[in-house]
């Protein structure tokens, strides 16, 4: 089977997060004889009709997946997924109602787990399909945390700690209270005093009851937060502190925080392991970079001023239980001070972690996860290619779906505005892709060729010579 055939549709929506690991997968692919397009996943959504079949991996399989699945069906593509919100995840109940549609996994061949937990999870959902293989795979962004992948990074390391010296880095979670766009938020503002709020887009699935608690308790956190940042830099003098919002976040308040400060810096530039690598110490409330940063060795403190165990345990467990938890600023001060002197190192879990993450060791989740891609493609070339009648079917419905995202993205507040889209996906030039699949293959000591080839401002192939 040619490398042409052998095609992965690889989309990405938050750059900073999802780029490079789904970047090396792509390179693993390629040593295996796959070409793969990868890039923005609004971009490669759209060019969908322009691709030969090939196997599409999804991040999730939402109500909204739905119309892009059975498009993607109806031009032959096959479409696999794991879900990037699968590792820290809400209780069962809300997870399922926002995070899968049972119509959206009627499309699905494969499933891609992070760990036992990850499997445990869907095997509750009553409506998972019976026949649908679930491999414990791990992910790609587990593999970019692992020692062999280090190398990668190692410039960018050095760039940071040149810039910053000695830095404590502080990670938000605020997108639900502080969404970039209002709607995106649990509750839309309040127009007229008094009136009920309504859902905004992060309370789908919820119950009033939960979102207004949820609301409340991140606020809450929120304020504490606000108030950490100033009193951080002057309880440790000697060090820069560094705050990174979370992708989906509004940055003003930190960027208003920072203007009264003297040695307060505020980016989401690039992903964010460099900057665990760079770090003294890291602090968080119940975020994923908690868990990688336990991954990564780099001590973490869990700020809980502010604290509620139904939602702390039911939803932001994880991460909490890796980190040394701390109730109020004299004790986040004295746990940070034991830290920075090297007294203290990461909590004592590893049980824990190895229940929720898969590959850690061993073959590399990429690895892995094109061992099942291989068998997946073999399949499918067996099968003959669609009807001309659900091809064309399949044109037209992307076309239509391309024109009313192309009408949304001029609404206000709309999740398709061009200022959204190069929030959650910068512009990135073939040079700076090219580069970093070069990263990739020395990380691990790859000395096959690879192409990388730009298809759209957006979109690149990168495939074997």
């Known amino acids: 089977m040619s490398a042409e055939k052998r ?17 090396l997968l792509a390179c693993v692919a390629a040593r295996r004889g796959f070409s793969s397009v990868i890039g923005s996943r609004r971009q490669l959504d759209f060019q969908i009709a322009s691709f030969p079949r090939g196997i599409y991996l999804s ?6 997946s739905i119309k892009m699945f059975k498009i993607l069906r109806k031009l ?4 696999v997924a794991w879900d990037e919100e699968a590792l820290v995840h809400l209780p069962p109940e809300i997870y399922f109602s926002r995070r899968l549609s049972p119509l959206a996994m009627g499309y699905l061949s494969h499933l891609f787990a992070w760990g036992q937990d990850n499997v445990e999870l869907w095997r509750q959902y ?6 649908i293989p679930i491999h414990i795979s791990g992910n790609p962004r587990n593999d970019m945390l692992r020692p062999e992948m280090h190398g990668f990074f190692e410039a960018e390391v ?7 010296g000695d830095f404590i880095l502080i990670n938000t979670n605020f997108n639900h209270i502080n969404a970039f766009y209002p709607v995106q938020g649990l509750f839309l503002p309040e127009t007229k005093p008094g009136e009920i709020p309504k859902f905004g887009r992060s309370a789908r699935g919820m119950t009033r009851e939960f979102a207004e608690g949820f609301r409340d308790h991140k606020q809450g956190i929120f304020e504490n937060f606000k108030k950490l940042i100033p009193s951080l830099e002057s309880a440790f003098p000697g060090y820069t502190i560094v705050v990174r919002p979370h992708p989906t976040e509004k940055h003003e308040v930190y960027h208003d925080i920072a203007a009264q400060c003297e040695r307060v810096h505020v980016t989401n530039e690039g992903n964010v392991i460099p900057w665990l690598r760079a770090a003294r110490a890291l602090i968080h409330n119940g975020c994923t970079t908690g868990v990688e940063a336990f991954v990564m060795h780099l001590p973490a403190i869990s700020y809980r001023a502010t604290a509620n165990d139904y939602y702390d345990c039911g939803f932001y467990g994880l991460p909490n239980q890796l980190s040394h938890q701390c ?3 004299e004790e986040l001060r004295k746990t940070l001070e034991s830290i920075l002197s090297e007294e203290l190192g990461t909590v004592d879990n590893n049980s824990l972690i190895d229940h929720y993450l898969a590959a850690r060791s061993g073959p590399l989740a990429c690895e892995r996860i094109v061992d099942v891609l291989e068998k997946i493609s073999a399949d499918q070339f067996r099968r003959p290619e669609p009807a001309l009648k659900d091809r064309m079917d399949g044109c037209l419905r992307a076309t239509t779906r391309r024109l009313i995202k192309r009408f949304l993205s001029y609404l206000p507040d709309s999740h398709n505005r061009p200022e959204f889209h190069r929030h959650r996906y910068p512009d990135i030039s073939l040079a700076a892709m090219s580069e970093r699949v070069l990263r990739i293959k020395q990380a691990l000591g790859d000395s096959n060729e690879l192409k990388v080839k730009q298809i759209s401002k957006e979109t690149f192939q990168i495939s074997p010579e």
């Open 158 to 164: 050095a760039k940071l700690r040149n810039t910053y």
């Open 126 to 131: 009553p409506q998972m399909p019976v026949d």
């Open 7 to 23: 095609l992965l549709l690889i989309p990405v929506e938050n750059q900073v997060r999802e780029l490079d690991p789904k970047l």
């Open 59 to 64: 991040k999730s399989m939402t109500v909204r």
């Open 76 to 79: 032959g593509h096959e479409i």
């Open 327 to 329: 109730f109020n600023f």
